[in-house]
């Protein structure tokens, strides 16, 4: 069996229900179709032998051997195409790498402290307020254009539900610190 996640899997990672424990999260992320359940037990432990049944019958997760290819031509093939490709480019473990390394070309004790704290992350919420701090420590040191970039790549990797804080804290440099630098 080769798991696969469904639109409904889809959206419970965007908006996080109180329903899905944190193996089942993990399960769902790492749910491709292209994964069998025993590399997915081999990744995860063999919880994930008990706690997929549940995400099969709650209709989180689809055979990818045999449901999934009848499935998918018959329900809306255009938005199915569009929301597959982006969800799949972005990961919170990505954009994890991606700061850790830009925080790699910075200088100094904050930036080791920093990537220090990030790499030792483990959870979601947290993982998230260390990329913004992140992101906020490279606006400090570095150049305008040079953030914003940072920023922007961050925009990209950052999966959607992420993408609301990056804007809320504000993608471009404010005025202030550019003036600064």
Known sequence: MRPSKTEKARSAL??????????ERRILILSDGVRDAGALAVL????????????????????????????????????????AVPASRRSLAAAKVYM????????GEDATAIATALRACRDHEELALHLFHALRHIR????????RRVAE???EIL?????IELDAFGTPAP??????V
Not at 46 to 62: E, F
Not at 159 to 163: D, H, I, S
Request: proline residues 9%; without cysteine.
């Open 100 to 107: 850790f390394d830009m925080l790699q070309l910075q200088r």
């Open 175 to 180: 005025a202030s610190e550019s003036a600064r």
């Open 44 to 83: 995860l432990g063999a919880s994930v032998h008990t706690a997929m049944p549940r995400l099969l019958r709650d209709g989180y997760l689809v055979d990818g051997d045999a449901a999934i290819a009848p499935v998918m031509p018959a329900a809306q093939p255009h938005a199915v195409a569009t929301t």
């Open 153 to 155: 790549r961050l925009s």
């Open 159 to 163: 999966p959607e539900q992420y993408k």
């Open 14 to 23: 965007r908006d996080r229900p109180s329903d899905l424990n944190a193996l």
């Open 140 to 147: 400090m040191v570095a150049s305008p254009s040079y953030s």
